[in-house]
């Protein structure tokens, strides 16, 4: 059902910096805002970025989205142990939402 | 403080019905859309469906039109999501999820672990 595609996987040391990439269309990405969510093991996913680019109260500024076109991108500065987790990238497309394929950060 | 609460696990047989729930406070439960994810094991989420409690409209994902149904109850804040039928495919995790004033998921529940099988 996704027709947001994202790599399967992602790594890094503690303090580099690593990007998620997540492509779509038109009618999605290309209309629409991008959004991404953090799956930690074991727990329902959590809002991380909204309109692109925009950070919840109480999401680190480590965490930044941006847009061009119909591709959008994740981007953790940084990173620290506790971002290893499951990234999906999401948006609405007509009524119905999508979601991204996932990307699963590992922290080496 | 926003929350949902969704009901506990169940475990089901092939053939049998269900319907599972999601309890929102701390908000205007008539005022936002709550929304269903399943996440199947070890796999990513899927856009199931969509409910608007003030009105009960409801948009399905074409892969979920007609397997499942979605409801909600606006006198005791609750979205239900109802399955007449289970099959062995439908064990997963379901999520209920608010839609926020950004068309975000802003607020997620805990999920509730439905497994099917015989």
């Known amino acids: 059902q996704s027709v947001l595609t994202q790599p399967p996987s992602a790594s890094g040391t503690p303090g580099q910096r690593v990007t998620i990439s997540c492509s779509g269309s038109?009618?999605?990405?290309?209309?629409?805002?991008v959004y991404w969510y953090q799956q930690l093991p074991g727990t329902a996913p959590k809002l991380l970025i909204y309109r692109n680019n925009q950070r919840p109260s109480g999401v680190p500024d480590r965490f930044s989205g941006s847009k061009s076109g119909t591709s959008a991108s994740l981007a953790i500065s940084g990173l620290r142990s506790e971002d290893e987790a499951d990234y999906y990238c999401?948006?609405?497309?007509?009524?119905?939402?999508?979601f991204g394929t996932g990307t699963k950060v590992t922290v080496l | 403080e926003v929350q949902l609460v969704q009901s506990g696990a169940e475990v089901k047989k092939p053939g049998d019905s269900l319907r599972i729930s999601c309890k929102g406070s701390?908000?205007?439960?008539?005022?936002?859309?709550i929304g269903w994810v399943r996440q199947m094991p070890g796999k990513g989420l899927e856009w199931m469906g969509i409910?608007?409690?003030?009105?009960?409209?409801?948009r399905y994902s074409p892969s979920f039109q007609g397997q499942v149904t979605i409801s909600a109850d606006k006198s005791i804040s609750t979205a239900y999501l109802q399955w007449s039928s289970l099959k062995a495919s439908d064990t997963a995790m379901y999520y209920c999820?608010?839609?926020?004033?950004?068309?975000?998921?802003?607020?997620w529940g805990q999920g509730s672990l439905v497994t099917v099988s015989s």
């Open positions: 999820a608010r839609r926020g004033e950004e068309l975000e998921l802003d607020y």
């Open positions: 701390g908000y205007r439960f008539t005022s936002y859309w």
């Open positions: 409910i608007y409690p003030g009105d009960s409209d409801t």
């Open positions: 999401a948006a609405w497309d007509d009524s119905l939402y999508v």
């Open positions: 038109s009618s999605n990405i290309g209309s629409n805002y």
